[in-house]
């Protein structure tokens, strides 16, 4: 779910996408998808993106939803999976890769791009 989560954010043009595997440093979750997007009104495209992409996947709708465009940052709880979204600022400002440097990183290629070039 983490991948599809990232493959549809990659769908909307996010940038900088990153799977952090935080099962064995966090027990309330196993994966944050962190996500940014250049504006308010592109990241709430591609958090409805991804929230729509679960749903048709998986059947599952986030458990809690928090945040709005407007804040710059969004949040999908599914439970074993939460999707941050932030504008590129509020990414900067929040820093959560240097709050959970601990965590394993996932390798994630959009999968447009591998096509492109092959892969």
């Known amino acids: ?3 599809t989560a990232a493959q549809a954010a990659a769908d909307k ?3 900088d996408i990153r799977i952090l ?6 027990a309330i979750t196993d994966y944050f998808v962190l996500v940014s997007a250049r504006n308010d009104l592109m990241l709430k495209t591609v ?7 679960i749903k ?3 059947g599952r709708g986030p458990k809690r939803r928090e945040g709005t465009p407007a ?9 074993d ?14 820093d959560l890769e240097r709050l959970w440097s601990d965590a394993p ?4 290629v959009d999968a447009a791009i591998a096509e492109a070039s092959g892969e």
Do not use: C, K, S
């Open 71 to 79: 804040t710059g940052w969004m949040i999908l709880d599914y439970g």
């Open 47 to 53: 958090v409805e993106n991804v929230e729509r992409e």
């Open 13 to 15: 043009l996010a940038d």
């Open 21 to 26: 595997d935080i099962g064995d440093l966090l």
């Open 105 to 108: 990183v996932l390798p994630f």
């Open 56 to 58: 048709e996947r998986y």
């Open 1 to 3: 779910m983490a991948l």
């Open 81 to 94: 999976v939460v999707l941050h979204g932030f504008t590129t600022e509020q990414r900067d400002f929040y």
